[in-house]
């Protein structure tokens, strides 16, 4: 593990059985998160993004590998320890109003997790959860509302308020704005950069949204069927992307500049996503990478040296001198 690294995972694997076989949800995915940064988790449905992010949490238990946080292996605490441990990172879901326990108030919501980790008691306890919704720009008003009686955007900035409530150095945020409208969408950008900023919060932000994820991001690890297959710099992912399927998901990406989006090149990916429950051989992208090779499906691709921090696992990108 790097020394600044407040997040490393090494050959994280994490497979289902199931009456048809295994499924390979994520399968040696390897990447570290900065202390103080935020990692975007790109790929399209289905490639182990979540899954991996709830690994790193201990909510899915990995198959394989580690997960080590400040040194410390997550995957291999007892469940004596996890308590503590939750403190330390904590998640935002996609859909915070499932999130939210609908016989609960705001106020329940928030204080449930000073309760747990004795954090505030008596009198503190509501100067507590008034500062917390402070912090996020809920008024104190909200305080006896139930899940059912906020907006979207409402609903997200008290999941978020939960996870912060425990002070965690981390949080993975699961999809935390494709569910909702885009003016409020970039509220909630704006304020889970605000927060990271000001808290120093680390990220392992879990998006298909390239663009949110260029906006907020340090780095980017882009996933494919459970691996990943690129990892860089934000800046040299959408400058210099190595890996042919990070290439294809930036053509996908729409250009704001009508001129621009009519002269560029798009890469139109055939077929499907392969099923994980029966990955290729060798390049698990290799079914649908234009440019595959038959030497592609003799073996897996090793991790190319693409730059200084930038790495790309396959085969035709030239190594870096």
Known sequence: MAPEALLAINDLT?????????????DGATFAVPRGEVVGLVGE??????????AVLRLVQPTGGRVLCDGVDVAQLPRAALLPFRRRMQIIFQDAAASLDPRMPVVDLIAEALE???????????KRVRRLLDLVGIPSRMLERYPHELSGGQAQRIAICRALAVEPQ??????????LDVSIQAQIINLLQDLQRDLGLSYLFVSHDLS????VSHAVA?????????????????AEAAHPYTRALLSAAPVPDPEIERRRERIVLQGDLPSPSAPPSGCRFRTRCPV??????AAMPPDVRVGANHTAACIRVPVAA
């Open 170 to 179: 981390m949080i993975v945020c699961d999809e935390p704005v494709s569910a």
């Open 14 to 26: 994490v497979r289902y059985n199931t009456p048809q076989g295994a499924v390979h949800a994520v």
């Open 116 to 126: 747990i980790h004795g954090l505030a008691k008596g009198a503190e306890r509501p």
């Open 212 to 215: 949110v994820v260029r906006q």
């Open 222 to 238: 882009v996933m494919y069927l459970g691996r990943i297959v690129e990892h860089a710099p934000t800046r040299e992912i959408f």
């Open 292 to 297: 595959a090779l038959p030497e592609c499906a």
């Open 45 to 54: 449905s289905g490639c182990g993004k979540t899954t991996t992010g709830l």
